[in-house]
């Protein structure tokens, strides 16, 4: 079993930064695929950003790509997501997801662990 565990939630300004960190326990994050989400009121979760196992390959939802960037640590077990250029339309409750071969990427099912996510407030 996987526990995840989001830190680094908050407020923010436009235009500001914050940066995310997910702690995983249980597994080494060498064989896990880590993905961001996001999920804002009123609206369907939506894929942020995901690393695979050895952080060679990542993927971005377009209207984060140049802004995000997702990053792991797999000495400290921990994935980062660096938010800079925040807009208001960025805030959302965060959530990390570890999976071991997630079928898609950007399906929040697919993955195998779940975060119980951090709350990003953007204001203008």
């Known amino acids: 079993q996987v526990q995840l565990v989001e830190l680094g939630g908050g407020w923010a300004q436009a235009g500001g930064s914050l940066r995310l960190s997910c702690a995983a326990s249980g597994r080494s994050l060498s064989w896990l695929t880590m993905g961001w989400f996001r999920q804002a009121p009123g609206k369907e979760r939506e894929f942020v950003a995901a690393s695979t196992r050895s952080g060679s390959i990542t993927s971005y939802r377009d209207s984060v790509k140049g802004r995000f960037s997702i990053s792991r640590d797999n000495f400290r077990n921990t994935v980062y997501l660096q938010m800079n250029s925040l807009k208001p339309e960025d805030t959302a409750v965060y959530y990390c997801?570890?999976?071991?071969?997630?079928?898609?990427?950007?399906?929040?099912?697919?993955?195998?662990?779940r975060g119980q996510g951090t709350q990003v407030t953007v204001s203008s």
């Open positions: 997801a570890a999976g071991v071969a997630p079928t898609t990427l950007g399906v929040f099912s697919d993955y195998d662990y």
